[in-house]
């Protein structure tokens, strides 16, 4: 059975050896997501897409091993009980075959050694089911700074450089340090330049289901990232009704 293509729809999905899912000065990573739930399948692959990704979905070990047989992957999000084989041998056998893409297995185990037992597999981290999203994209975006993936990048667009490895924006040669969440709202809009994100949209990135968000919170933001990129080509521009987008690049 071949295992389904989930694609971001920025970029097509394409089995190549010889491709990284990343475009020059983008970040556009490739993830093989190996979940057999699919309804957690989908709500990962639209976190994932969203912030301007491609996602193969596999529900099982042989889906996710045809996937590997032709495509290279930045990140693979593995879960351990599948209809086929225990997740943890799988990983095992990608390890001793010398494949070293970074792993993060998503686990409803919550005990110590059952944690260790992952680590010691081969996983690069771990989360516990159920998860939070901001959680999940936050261990992808640590996982990858340790591993030198994409997220050392310097991306580039219009007239500045931004470093998610310091969290700082470059504009004529004037760093300038993004605190949090205006780290990653700024990831957010970089991802899919032009694309407008409604404010309910970025709520969903920026603040976790346990926080209590005021109507204003989004404007907030914005209006305080707009102030870090003063000078720049590259503004924010508020879509009356619909919400906000990165343009100018």
Request: aromatic letters at 6%; glycine letters at 6%; hydrophobic letters at 40%.
């Amino acid at each position: 059975m071949t295992a389904t293509p989930l694609a971001s729809a920025t970029i097509p999905v394409k089995a190549d050896n010889n491709l990284s899912w990343r475009q020059a000065g983008g970040v556009y990573l490739r993830f093989l997501l190996v979940e057999d739930s699919p309804d957690l399948a989908k709500s990962v692959r639209d976190l994932l897409t969203m912030d301007g990704h491609g996602v193969d979905w596999a529900a099982t070990l042989s889906e996710a091993q045809d996937c590997l047989h032709a495509a290279r992957y930045d990140l693979i999000l593995l879960d351990i009980m599948l209809p086929d084989g225990d997740g943890r041998q799988f990983l095992q056998a990608q390890r001793r075959a010398g494949h070293d893409t970074p792993v993060i297995v998503m686990t409803a185990r919550a005990a110590v050694s059952d944690r260790v037992d992952v680590l010691d597999s081969g996983a690069d981290d771990y989360i516990t089911k159920p998860f939070d999203f901001a959680e999940l994209e936050a261990r992808v975006r640590a996982v990858l700074r340790r591993r030198g993936g994409a997220a050392q990048t310097i991306r580039r667009y219009g007239d500045l450089s931004f470093n998610p490895l310091t969290a700082t924006v470059t504009i004529a040669e004037e760093v300038r340090d993004l605190r949090n969440r205006e780290l990653r709202l700024f990831e957010i809009l970089l991802a899919a330049p032009d694309r407008i994100f409604s404010k309910d949209q970025l709520c969903d990135r920026l603040f976790s289901y346990a926080e209590s968000v005021s109507d204003n919170a989004i404007e907030v933001y914005v209006g305080r990232l707009r102030k870090k990129l003063a000078g720049s080509v590259a503004r924010i521009e508020t879509v009356r009704g619909l919400g906000y987008r990165l343009t100018g690049g």
